[in-house]
């Protein structure tokens, strides 16, 4: 039998000399590596600036901090996401305003985001659903006719751009996050992307404390001011050397994890009862963070029975997500979300089986996957 993990982390001697070559030195934090990865990185994605966090949520947690968002504000959220896009929000004192997927792409439903904004409204996040651009044109237009902030959370969209530019630079921030089995890793970290000179610079001091200037801008050390409050959401030394030599693998991982949707799409395809999201419009890229084959309506009562039949094939998988949002406990009992609410997020989370596409694998993975795919089905 094949093993095809659903991720796994692509770590190679380059990585693993990088990390002892910090380890040798006497600097693990507040050095030089943090640095060269944040111009390495923005130089892949043609980002003005870059600053390294220690996750993808502790940017998207200074993003509302540097807005000064808090209690009695509200965001705008899209239902259909990782938890942490709204734990930001709640983090903040703040309250997420869902809006629903649309069904083409499992992205926010741009057509109800106005009828979610209030007067106390501050911002609206987006999330590049598994590594699908949003129209952020359309985004933007609403933001600006109503002063709001935009927030990408960008965790699954390294190599997603729309109309050529790099996603997290069409709203005011995106976020990234290099948790191991995102496009590339850090084993834990994030970076958060700006046009604006003056947020990287802020965001910059918030990630340290509010400390008024780096370790190596002291000209006596220890002498230093606290002009604002601040987190410790630093990434150290060890996590930045990894993370240059990955994104010098990165167009590698990006063109075998393309290769290997478009097999995996085509694959599927033939499969009655199954379907897939759209290709995104011509002209932009989504990047491919796993394939989520959507199941028809007879088939969806059985999904249990199909991932279970993949599981013991050495198929991997997973689901993006198990339940909008706001239909986990806490949200549910702290807003009172109704059970029929957020229809079309409810129905991906219920007919969706997330398959693996990584750099982990191959095409003939990929045959292997549709193979048992239709083994699983007619087996139902
Ligand atoms: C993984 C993920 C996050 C969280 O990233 P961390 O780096 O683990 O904080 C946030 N949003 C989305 C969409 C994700 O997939």
Request: proline share 5%; net charge negative.
């Amino acid at each position: 039998m094949r093993e095809v993990p659903f991720g796994r982390p692509i770590i190679g001697d380059e990585e693993r000399q990088a990390v002892l070559r910090v380890l040798s030195g006497h600097v693990l934090v507040h050095g030089p590596v943090a640095h060269d990865f944040e111009t390495a990185f923005a130089a892949w994605a043609g980002a003005p600036h870059c600053v390294t966090v220690s996750s993808c949520t502790a940017a998207l947690h200074l993003c509302y901090f540097h807005l000064g968002i808090g209690a009695g504000d509200e965001v705008i959220v899209p239902a259909q996401t990782h938890v942490a896009t709204a734990h930001a929000v709640e983090l903040t004192g703040a309250r997420p305003v869902f809006v629903d997927a649309e069904i083409r792409t499992g992205n926010i439903d741009i057509t109800q985001i106005e009828a979610a904004i209030t007067p106390r409204t501050r911002a609206i996040s987006v999330v590049h659903y598994l590594g699908m651009p949003v129209a952020m044109e359309q985004v933007a237009a609403i933001a600006s006719k109503h002063g709001l902030a935009v927030i990408e959370d960008c965790a699954l969209a390294i190599g997603t751009r729309r109309k050529g530019v790099h996603a997290g630079l069409l709203g005011d921030a995106g976020c990234y996050s290099f948790y191991p089995v995102k496009h590339m890793t850090t084993a834990e970290g994030g970076m958060l992307m700006t046009r604006h000179a003056d947020w990287a610079r802020l965001i910059e001091r918030k990630r340290a404390f509010g400390v008024d200037r780096h370790v190596g801008e002291r000209k006596i050390p220890g002498i230093y001011d606290v002009t604002m409050l601040g987190f410790n959401y630093r990434m150290n030394e060890i996590q930045a050397a990894i993370g240059i030599e990955q994104i010098k693998r990165l167009d590698g991982f990006l063109a075998a994890r393309e290769s290997n949707y478009a097999a995996l799409r085509r694959g599927l395809l033939d499969i009655d009862g199954v379907s897939v999201f759209d290709e995104p419009e011509a002209g932009d890229v989504a990047s491919r963070y796993c394939l989520s084959a959507l199941l028809s309506d007879d088939l969806a009562p059985h999904r249990l029975d199909i991932v279970t039949a993949l599981n013991q094939s050495g198929v991997g998988t997973s689901i993006y997500y198990p339940r909008p949002v706001p239909h986990f406990s806490y949200y549910r009992d702290k807003y009172g979300y109704a059970e029929a609410s957020f229809p079309v997020a409810a129905r991906i989370s219920n007919h969706s089986i997330a398959l693996p596409v990584g750099p982990h694998l191959g095409i003939e993975d990929m045959n292997y996957i549709v193979a048992a795919f239709k083994r699983a089905v007619s087996g139902v």
